[in-house]
């Protein structure tokens, strides 16, 4: 058999999976499919000018296309969401933080890929052995390879903007999955420096009452109250609060069930998906990597402390290069939660509640606490998942108490908010987004007004509170 034969069936190898991904996203049979198809081929290609082994560049390509497959199968399943661009930026911690990714994924589909990635390998290992290509065919595949790799990485000149609907559904099925990432990437790229400059950091612009007070932003991870769902579980400290809010009720975020950054993101900013374009499915992958304005720099500039404090690996969506551009001064992770309770492997809620109170007992000076909790992550455990995420709430629940009891001990006003990034990835909460939220000041009470808010209004009804 020739080599260009050879050639031609390795390259056939990760036909199968790329057709399966585009079957997924319901992608139209166009012209734009050879975008779509640009990517991979040009991984065939450069790898088997390397390589010189059409079955090891044609598996290994196939291999990839799997993971990118059971990936989009698997947040499609779990999530009613398919994969975008800047998810490329979040595969390390799939194998850094295996804990928060695998167990959603579906286990026929991972051990389906399993065994057809061992099998792909003992074949190529046993089967195959190297092409002699002259260095003239070498040449001709690398000039191919990169020119398709050109494409891939700069495809706008082949169309004009106005073409993309920068909606990933739409531009899937018009483009094909791989072109739609190559497409919205690029375009991201371009227009980033001009959204990032519009949305600098500006001085302090907030008008405080004296003293100032304190803000106590707790980002509840996966917080909504369980009788949402027909649970039986009362929330009695947040109802409790709830009663002399400022003002409380339904918050509405834009994803189900996880990325967290984006509700973090505008809660912090204040700002609308329109001014981060198609950056607005993960601020943190690019867009915050450098000073943009938000309340952490306005009460900093206004003399406050500001402090983020989140057990757990800093890294992780890029925190500890985000969370500095976004104006905090510290940021405590979880080396400084060595010594704390731990359930399920993940600091307690009681555990960050014993540390703020600590910290307003020993503050002299105004300051603004985000914390980002994590023991109610899922995958929750047991063969009731949902009462075992329930009794996650019961100990955000007990948090909430303690944070209360600390904040009316405080000499200084405290504003205490909190509010949940997301519902919970389980089936009963699905067919909606809205969480939970409450405002509440210790020296101000309210009458529990209710208000149903989006994360950006919940960032003006903050500065409200502080300013009132």
């Given at each position: 058999?020739?080599?260009?034969?050879?050639?031609?069936?390795?390259?056939?190898?990760?036909?199968?999976?790329?057709?399966?991904?585009?079957?997924?996203?319901?992608?139209?049979?166009?012209?734009?499919?050879?975008?779509?198809?640009?990517?991979?081929?040009?991984?065939?290609?450069?790898?088997?000018?390397?390589?010189?082994?059409?079955?090891?560049?044609?598996?290994?390509?196939?291999?990839?296309?799997?993971?990118?497959?059971?990936?989009?199968?698997?947040?499609?399943?779990?999530?009613?969401?398919?994969?975008?661009?800047?998810?490329?930026?979040?595969?390390?911690?799939?194998?850094?933080?295996?804990?928060?990714?695998?167990?959603?994924?579906?286990?026929?589909?991972?051990?389906?890929?399993?065994?057809?990635?061992?099998?792909?390998?003992?074949?190529?290992?046993?089967?195959?052995?190297?092409?002699?290509?002259?260095?003239?065919?070498?040449?001709?595949?690398?000039?191919?390879?990169?020119?398709?790799?050109?494409?891939t990485l700069r495809p706008l000149f082949l169309l004009p903007r106005a073409e993309i609907q920068c909606d990933p559904a739409v531009d899937a099925a018009r483009f094909g999955p791989l072109a739609c990432f190559a497409l919205h990437a690029r375009l991201a790229a371009t227009e980033r420096a001009a959204r990032q400059a519009r949305h600098a950091p500006a001085p302090a612009v907030l008008r405080l009452a004296d003293p100032a007070p304190h803000?106590?932003?707790?980002?509840?991870?996966?917080?909504c109250d369980p009788r949402r769902f027909g649970l039986a579980q009362p929330l009695q400290r947040k109802d409790l609060l709830a009663q002399t809010a400022l003002t409380q009720g339904s918050l509405a975020v834009s994803a189900f069930g996880a990325n967290t950054m984006r509700t973090e993101f505008a809660v912090l900013t204040g700002l609308e998906d329109a001014a981060l374009g198609l950056d607005r499915f993960n601020p943190y992958f690019r867009f915050a990597r450098q000073p943009i304005g938000s309340l952490a720099w306005e009460l900093r500039g206004a003399g406050y402390e500001t402090l983020c404090l989140h057990p757990f690996d800093s890294r992780f969506f890029g925190r500890d290069k985000v969370l500095p551009a976004l104006g905090f001064a510290r940021f405590d992770a979880a080396p400084a939660f060595q010594q704390a309770e731990r359930i399920r492997g993940l600091v307690s809620d009681?555990?960050?509640?014993?540390?703020?109170?600590?910290?307003?007992?020993?503050?002299?000076?105004?300051?603004?606490?985000?914390?980002?909790?994590?023991?109610?992550?899922?995958?929750?455990?047991?063969?009731?998942?949902?009462?075992?995420?329930?009794?996650?709430?019961?100990?955000?629940?007990?948090?909430?108490?303690?944070?209360?009891?600390?904040?009316?001990?405080?000499?200084?006003?405290?504003?205490?908010?909190?509010?949940?990034?997301?519902?919970?990835?389980?089936?009963?909460?699905?067919?909606?987004?809205?969480?939970?939220?409450?405002?509440w000041r210790s020296d101000r009470p309210g009458d529990g007004r209710a208000e149903n808010l989006n994360a950006v209004g919940l960032h003006r009804a903050i500065r409200d509170a502080m300013q009132g």
């Open positions: 058999m020739g080599a260009l034969t050879l050639a031609l069936i390795g390259a056939l190898l990760p036909l199968p999976v790329w057709l399966w991904l585009r079957w997924q996203v319901a992608a139209r049979f166009s012209a734009w499919i050879m975008l779509d198809a640009a990517p991979w081929l040009a991984g065939y290609l450069l790898l088997l000018c390397v390589t010189a082994r059409p079955w090891l560049s044609g598996g290994v390509v196939a291999g990839a296309l799997l993971f990118i497959s059971i990936a989009e199968f698997a947040k499609r399943a779990r999530l009613r969401d398919g994969l975008v661009f800047t998810d490329g930026g979040l595969l390390w911690q799939v194998f850094v933080h295996p804990r928060f990714y695998l167990p959603f994924v579906p286990w026929p589909a991972l051990v389906l890929g399993i065994i057809t990635g061992i099998s792909l390998v003992i074949a190529i290992l046993v089967l195959e052995a190297g092409l002699a290509l002259p260095l003239a065919m070498r040449l001709i595949i690398l000039f191919l390879g990169t020119a398709l790799l050109g494409i803000l106590l932003l707790l980002q509840l991870e996966s917080f009681a555990a960050i509640a014993q540390r703020l109170v600590a910290d307003l007992a020993a503050a002299t000076s105004p300051g603004f606490w985000y914390v980002i909790t994590v023991a109610a992550h899922g995958p929750w455990q047991g063969d009731d998942p949902a009462r075992a995420w329930a009794e996650c709430m019961a100990a955000s629940d007990a948090m909430l108490g303690e944070v209360m009891r600390a904040a009316k001990a405080c000499p200084r006003p405290v504003v205490v908010v909190a509010f949940g990034d997301h519902r919970p990835a389980l089936p009963m909460a699905q067919g909606g987004k809205e969480t939970d939220y409450v405002i």
